[in-house]
């Protein structure tokens, strides 16, 4: 191989790689906080398809390399210690693109460990490869770096190659999971009571896919198992998901000598991870895009003109003017109001400078009436006063939801609760949603382990906010294990297939 | 530049990043609203992201707000009221807690009143055009046509004006004489009978103290 043959190798591999740094950590502070420092460096935005595409064409870079290494190899002069770094750095850079693709293909939380000390390798590499040349080599560096006399052929080589990556990444986003919904007789029929035992499940084709990256989830993962059934109306899903624990507490309000208390780890900051009821989410659109359909913008301000975030995370927001649907249930809030909440991902709204909370995208439907509110009349991480105190009755064990018929308005002179009582933080002025919100019926039942959780919903509902449910539609789902805002996640579709 | 100076260099551009990566962010300061300014039932104005808040202070028309709550007390947004200022109107044909019978618009005036809220003793009924300036692009799908951050619990319904005498539309042809309400689902102004059990919204001119006390807190023109 000639030294320009070998510089455009290696400038080209130079960029993406940068790209691949600059755009993963950006992706890992989702799930790590101790990466947050790194933010101000970092791009926002929907970056997963740049992190996606980078990993593409590093790949075809790799493999051209190889090819071309193993026909007619390049022999520089490197010393001992460049040898032992630039092996240090091809092992770093062959496990990355192995993991990476592992990720895609069956992604698991042990995989995206890997992954990230591969591209901390990488950066260490590039520090000791880079800054040595720097510093021994000075501004001749660029002379090394960028092949001159083969510009033309440079420019040949990066576009082709970067088109091909689009080619690869095109392949790749189009190789959706495949949901097929067995067709179900206007005969029959099924309870949604959160168990799934009518013999017509029995004749669905289950999809199973491991969603990654929650908090509190074993090693972060819950493998997720979808079935789906429908008659000429409606689409019942039955979704059964790994959870280790049944959380059911939400927020509750503890006496202490200061007064009631807001029990909290990252409610300030809307990221709360201990006190939070468990949750599944189901996204639904009429495209099938990377990173949830490009409604997922990382950092915390990835919006043009928007707040920025309190957790650093990111927002969820549709940048193309179109809804995509968002099914959220709630252990807790919905789950005995047999719904789940009819939420949609639409434009980024806009801000309501009262608000200290700032959603972009992500909106609840309207309602009609019908509503749980939080049980204090202000939120302050030091003291709250209730709204409602639970009228006493001989029950031992406390509802964690406040109806409104069992309980009574709060004075102080009522409030006879002693230090360390709980309070639920969940008061129902009724018990259910009315309107565009109710859309989706829901329950859910944990047991040993598992949360298994009936839905249906109308195929048409006539609501802006919806999205109609029939075949080419894609899915996404998400499970939360006591936490706010911290879920699981997948990067490849589901597309539904009706097979009536 | 020779190589120690290059070496010494790099060091300390990696060095200064990491310095500036792990210093304290600076804090978040609230966004002051172009119109509405939060105040305290003690006439304390506080920044747009704390709270609770009793009132509204509005730099437009030089009035405070009435702010609706969710606590059972005289000011819950549930309750609603019949049209009545003592001498014209039905009273007692709304739904509220704190009074024996029911509700009308007077009581809730009467009431506040009492209370002095947020330092003032002279509450009324708005203005048909008043009300109608707090017409807004909901905050989101379904809410009513106001800014809800600053006026929670306001309901998609009609809110009393203290315009009265008003013909009724033929639907109610046989109730003679109505008041005008203000609507936050639909945005319209209508005439409704006084024995309609309608939302009200109470407004005030600002007492001295407050002026005093939001011309300290930031420089405000009170025209």
New interface residues.
């Given amino acids: 191989m000639r030294r320009s043959s070998f510089a455009i190798f290696h400038l080209m591999a130079v960029v993406v790689i940068l790209f691949g740094l600059i755009t993963g950590p950006r992706l890992a502070i989702i799930n790590h906080d101790f990466l947050a420092?790194?933010s101000?460096?970092l791009p926002q935005g929907a970056i997963l398809s740049t992190h996606v595409l980078s990993g593409c064409v590093l790949t075809l870079i790799a493999i051209a390399f190889a090819f071309v290494s193993l026909r007619n190899p390049f022999y520089g002069t490197p010393s001992k210690f460049d040898k032992l770094i630039n092996w240090f750095g091809y092992i770093s850079i062959i496990l990355a693109i192995i993991t990476g693709w592992l990720l895609w293909l069956s992604p698991q939380s042990l995989g995206l460990i890997v992954h990230g000390i591969c591209a901390a390798a990488i950066m260490v590499y590039l520090l000791l490869h880079g800054?040595k040349h720097?510093?021994?080599k000075?501004k001749r560096v660029l002379s090394v770096l960028i092949p001159r006399n083969a510009l033309v052929l440079l420019s040949c080589c990066v576009a082709l190659v970067y088109c091909s990556g689009l080619g690869v990444q095109y392949f790749m986003l189009t190789q959706h999971l495949r949901l097929e919904i067995a067709p179900l007789s206007e005969h029959s029929f099924l309870e949604i009571d959160g168990l799934g035992d009518e013999p017509e499940w029995s004749r669905a084709k289950p999809v199973t896919l491991t969603t990654f990256g929650g908090a509190n989830f074993t090693d972060g993962s819950s493998e997720v198992e979808i079935k789906a059934l429908s008659n000429h109306s409606e689409t019942f899903f039955l979704i059964r998901w790994q959870d280790p624990t049944q959380s059911l507490s939400h927020l509750p309000l503890e006496k202490t000598a200061a007064g009631w208390q807001v029990q909290e780890d990252g409610f300030y900051r809307f990221d709360e991870r201990t006190y939070y009821e468990d949750k599944f989410a189901i996204m639904l659109s009429t495209t099938c895009e990377l990173g949830g359909d490009g409604t997922v913008h990382y950092g915390d301000t990835p919006l043009n003109d928007k707040p920025?975030n309190w957790h650093g995370k990111g927002y969820h927001a549709s940048t193309d003017g179109r809804v995509r649907d968002l099914w959220h249930w709630k252990a807790l809030r919905t789950n005995d109001m047999y719904l789940a909440d009819d939420n949609f991902v639409g434009a980024a709204?806009?801000v309501?400078?009262?608000?200290?909370r700032y959603t972009a995208g992500y909106?609840?439907?309207?309602?009609?009436s019908g509503a749980y509110?939080m049980n204090w009349?202000?939120y302050s991480p030091d003291t709250v006063t209730p709204?409602r105190l639970p009228i006493p009755t001989a029950e031992e064990t406390p509802n964690k939801v406040l109806d409104w018929f069992s309980s009574t308005?709060y004075t102080p002179q009522s409030d006879s609760a002693k230090i360390g009582e709980q309070l639920p933080s969940v008061l129902y002025r009724s018990n259910r949603f009315e309107?565009?919100?109710a859309d989706v019926r829901a329950r859910g039942r944990w047991q040993d382990g598992y949360w298994t959780l009936e839905l249906v919903r109308k195929h048409q509902t006539n609501s802006a906010?919806d999205v109609d449910l029939q075949s080419g539609v894609c899915m996404w789902v998400s499970a939360f294990d006591h936490a706010q805002i911290a879920h699981t996640r997948h990067h490849r579709a589901i597309q539904l297939r009706y097979m009536l | 530049?020779n190589?120690t100076s290059?070496?010494i260099l790099?060091l300390i551009i990696v060095g200064m990043?990491f310095a500036?990566?792990?210093g304290e962010p600076p804090k978040?300061k609230?966004?002051?609203?172009s119109r509405?300014i939060?105040v305290t039932s003690d006439m304390q104005p506080l920044s747009?992201?704390q709270?609770?808040w009793h009132c509204v202070y509005d730099k437009k028309l030089n009035l405070i707000w009435e702010v609706k709550?969710?606590?059972?007390s005289i000011h819950d947004g549930y309750w609603s009221y019949s049209w009545y200022d003592g001498n014209t109107g039905i009273a007692d044909q709304g739904d509220c807690y704190f009074e024996a019978s029911r509700c009308d618009s007077q009581d809730l005036i009467r009431n506040t009143n009492r209370a002095a809220l947020c330092g003032s003793t002279m509450w009324r009924l708005p203005t048909p055009a008043e009300l109608r300036s707090l017409i807004q692009?909901p905050?989101?799908?379904?809410?009513p046509h106001i800014?809800?951050?600053?006026f929670p619990h306001i309901k998609n319904g009609d809110y009393w004006s203290n315009a009265a005498d008003a013909q009724l539309p033929r639907a109610f042809r046989g109730k003679k004489r109505g008041a005008v309400a203000v609507n936050f689902h639909t945005k319209e102004s209508l005439s409704l009978p006084y024995d309609n059990a309608a939302f009200v919204m109470l407004v005030a001119t600002p007492p001295i103290q407050l002026s005093t006390a939001l011309s300290g807190n930031e420089p405000i023109t009170l025209n």
């Fill in positions: 420092f790194l101000p460096l800054v720097i510093v021994y000075g920025q709204k806009k309501a400078l009262g608000e200290r909106q609840a439907d309207g309602k009609e509110v009349r202000w709204k308005v309107g565009d919100r906010l | 530049m190589i290059r070496f790099t990043t500036c990566l792990w978040r609230a966004p002051a609203h509405f939060k747009a992201w709270g609770p709550r969710d606590d059972e692009t905050n989101s799908p379904g809410s800014a809800s951050d600053f």
